[in-house]
């Protein structure tokens, strides 16, 4: 593992959690959920993660690889190593991270505020460094909270609801399954094997 390591994490099967995967999988990448950065702190290894309750946070590695285990008991985790060109903006990346913790979790995941949920950390990890849009190494879109056939999820429509919010259908955002669907990562580990 180095520091900058990519983890994605398919986090379970809470409603929201198959949400997530239902309106953001790709034809890459199908069951993350979930993706924090690895950094190493006096010779100990943490994610920087953002998470609900928590907001941006330092988690142990230990606690980040036992939060949801499969089956045969392996964490759901994929490990990713950015392309070589952008190795050298991790440390600014990580420092940026650091400075951000106890930032509140972005609940509603609107890119333009204050708060942070975990794709759009990452991203923003990296692109605060004045790397243009099209050098940052992964993409925003359209977010959708539809399925296939152009009708919101029960899901997504009973989550809003209870935070009293507009559901942001199309707001620009980003998401694990895009990030991991990037041509700027490889995937050098998977757990579940």
């Known amino acids: 593992m180095q520091e900058g390591d990519l983890l994605f994490q398919n986090t379970?099967?809470?409603e929201i959690d198959e949400a997530i995967?239902?309106?953001s999988a790709t034809s890459i990448s199908k069951n993350f959920s979930h993706v924090g950065m690895v950094m190493l702190n006096d010779g100990k290894w943490f994610v920087i993660e953002a998470i609900p309750r928590k907001?941006?946070?330092r988690t142990s590695l230990e606690d980040f690889l036992n939060r949801n285990r499969n089956e045969k008991n392996k964490p759901q985790i994929a490990i990713a190593r950015l392309s070589e060109q952008f190795k050298k903006?991790?440390?600014k990346a990580i420092e940026y991270g650091v400075k951000r913790l106890n930032t509140p979790y972005d609940s509603v995941f609107l890119w333009d505020d204050s708060a942070y949920?975990?794709?759009e950390l990452i991203y923003k990890m990296l692109a605060?460094?004045?790397l243009g849009k099209d050098k940052v190494p992964f993409?925003?879109?359209a977010m959708t909270f539809k399925d296939d056939t152009g009708v919101f999820l029960t899901s997504w429509v009973n989550y809003y609801k209870k935070l009293n919010h507009a559901i942001p259908e199309g707001f620009e955002g980003t998401n694990p399954n895009l990030m991991?669907?990037?041509p700027h990562i490889n995937f050098i580990f998977d757990y579940t094997k």
């Open 12 to 14: 379970g099967t809470g």
């Open 21 to 23: 995967k239902s309106v």
């Open 55 to 57: 907001g941006v946070t």
């Open 89 to 91: 903006y991790i440390p």
């Open 117 to 119: 949920y975990c794709s």
């Open 128 to 130: 605060h460094q004045k």
């Open 139 to 141: 993409v925003t879109h």
């Open 180 to 182: 991991a669907s990037s």
